[in-house]
């Protein structure tokens, strides 16, 4: 039988939140939009009339829209099947066999299996597993001198935020033959966040990655885009497949993407449903590092205490993440629902711990 090179079977398999064929009353456990994408955007569906042509390769009118609200140039824009297609394109195109690539862990596993699919190697600055320290960033890229940092803000799943003047000095510790991919997956959560994608003009090696599947609800159509310098968007399209987006993929998403108003209302829906998840669980007793996107991060005592909670809670119709895929088995990462999946949660945590004996006062 032939053998597959020998980089692929080391490669752990991609962790998909929802197990195939379970079916769940609630799913916390993939950092999706709870709401669905903008009515506007269910309304346009019904009348999507086929698809017997192959999409527009570049998608200019999705990529119109995405220019307008991001305040960047096409010339700097690339779109993938998901910010995930384009960060395996991006390893592709970029991690010659031996290349260092720094992460910060505990975080997203794309950044790990993209770069070991290319014989890279993965150099992790490791933290606690609760809580990410950008602030050692710089140095740990100034001693290793990597090709590529992947840099995820806020970090799934820790939800951390990483200020401008870590991304400044970054930039600087790794000089003009590197390049810093910031996957800002959940930016559109983050009001704090720094403005990035209006960097690219001044940075030349600094790529940032954002997704139409979190803030704007269309996980299911699968569109991602490629911030950078327009040298950087050519060498990235020649490994990227071509029609990479779908006809009512780039249909849907310039339609979502023109929805602002409803696009802050889930952002405010979300920000008010992350505090209410948080609070609640410092209230029994959970060690919450308090994060910047649309789930929680939160221990609730020692590793086989969070097992248990996740299969048991599971067992009830609630999928959660446990952390042990991210190196964390004493975390679990819950996203943020609507008010009512809060409820649920809740309700269901509560029965849960109410059965061990652990009823709160
Ligand atoms: C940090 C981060 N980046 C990228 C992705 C991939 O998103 P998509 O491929 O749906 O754009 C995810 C998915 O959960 C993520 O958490």
Not at 232 to 247: K, L, T
Not at 301 to 324: M, N, Q, S, W
Request: proline letters at 7%.
């Amino acid at each position: 039988m032939i053998e597959p090179r020998p980089e692929i079977m080391n490669l752990p398999p991609y962790h998909p939140g929802r197990p195939a064929g379970v079916s769940a009353v609630i799913n916390l456990a993939a950092n999706e939009n709870a709401w669905g994408p903008s009515p506007r955007v269910v309304e346009a569906w019904k009348s999507w009339e086929g698809g017997a042509r192959y999409p527009d390769m570049d998608g200019l009118v999705l990529k119109d829209e995405l220019s307008r609200v991001w305040g960047v140039s096409r010339e700097t824009l690339l779109l993938g099947t998901g910010s995930g297609h384009l960060i395996k394109c991006l390893a592709e195109t970029y991690v010659r066999p031996g290349d260092g690539v720094v992460t910060v862990f505990p975080t997203f596993s794309l950044y790990r299996q993209s770069t070991e699919m290319m014989a890279g190697r993965l150099l992790p600055l490791t933290g606690d597993g609760h809580q990410v320290d950008f602030s050692r960033l710089p140095a740990w890229v100034e001693a290793t001198k990597p090709r590529i940092v992947f840099l995820c803000s806020p970090n799934n799943p820790t939800g951390d935020l990483a200020p401008s003047w870590i991304i400044e000095e970054t930039l600087a510790a790794l000089g003009a033959e590197g390049l810093l991919v910031v996957d800002e997956a959940y930016a559109d959560f983050a009001s704090a966040a720094p403005d990035l994608p209006k960097w690219i003009g001044e940075r030349r090696t600094l790529a940032v990655l954002r997704t139409l599947s979190k803030a704007y609800g269309l996980a299911g159509l699968r569109i991602g885009a490629l911030i950078a310098d327009p040298v950087i968007i050519d060498a990235v399209s020649r490994v990227r497949e071509p029609f990479p987006v779908s006809v009512p993929a780039l249909a849907m998403g310039a339609v979502a993407v023109a929805d602002e108003t409803y696009r802050q209302e889930i952002v405010a829906a979300v920000a008010q449903g992350r505090r209410r998840l948080e609070n609640a669980l410092v209230e029994r007793g959970w060690s919450v590092n308090r994060g910047a996107a649309n789930f929680v991060w939160a221990a609730p005592g020692i590793a086989p205490r969070a097992a248990r909670l996740k299969a048991e809670l599971a067992a009830r119709g609630v999928l959660t993440r446990h952390g042990d895929s991210f190196g964390a088995p004493d975390h679990l990462r819950i996203t943020v629902g609507t008010a009512r999946e809060i409820d649920t949660f809740l309700s269901v945590l509560d029965s849960i711990l109410e059965e061990w004996g652990e009823q709160r006062e």
